[in-house]
């Protein structure tokens, strides 16, 4: 599967911004889909999931609230609607695709097969 995330941009604290990753290749109802985020200087962590099996969103404590992930199925899209945004969210962010992720490895990088290309979100103060 192939994916193409996008979306990101320059946007005030405060603001909100809605990322998109679509796949080709196969359809999202196969996996469980994640967003993550690298950050400057940072390892790259776990933003949100949407997990396959129960059809339950799960996020980062960092994020809880603020951000939701969903899914529209006719579209083969999954989303991370980013509201309330602060400078400590300036990242690149990824999509991730996963055919074998179990509940206790959602947040795990090395549980996703498949990987967009990233896009930059830069929050201003």
């Known amino acids: 599967v192939q994916l193409q995330a996008s979306g990101g941009g320059l946007v005030q604290a405060g603001g909100s911004l809605r990322l998109s990753c679509v796949a080709s290749?196969?359809?999202?109802?196969?996996?469980?889909m994640g967003w993550f985020r690298q950050g400057p200087g940072k390892e790259r962590e776990f933003v949100a999931a949407?997990?396959?099996?129960?059809?339950?969103?799960y996020y980062s404590d960092s994020v809880k609230g603020r951000f939701t992930i969903s899914r529209d199925n006719a579209k083969n899209t999954v989303y991370l609607q980013m509201n309330s945004l602060t400078p400590e969210d300036t990242a690149v962010y990824s999509c991730?695709?996963?055919?074998?992720?179990?509940?206790?490895?959602?947040?795990?990088?090395?549980?996703?097969?498949?990987w967009g290309q990233g896009t930059q979100v830069t929050v201003s103060s």
């Open positions: 949407f997990f396959r099996n129960y059809g339950n969103s």
């Open positions: 290749g196969r359809t999202l109802r196969s996996f469980t």
């Open positions: 991730a695709a996963s055919s074998r992720a179990i509940l206790s490895s959602l947040t795990s990088r090395s549980a996703y097969d498949y």
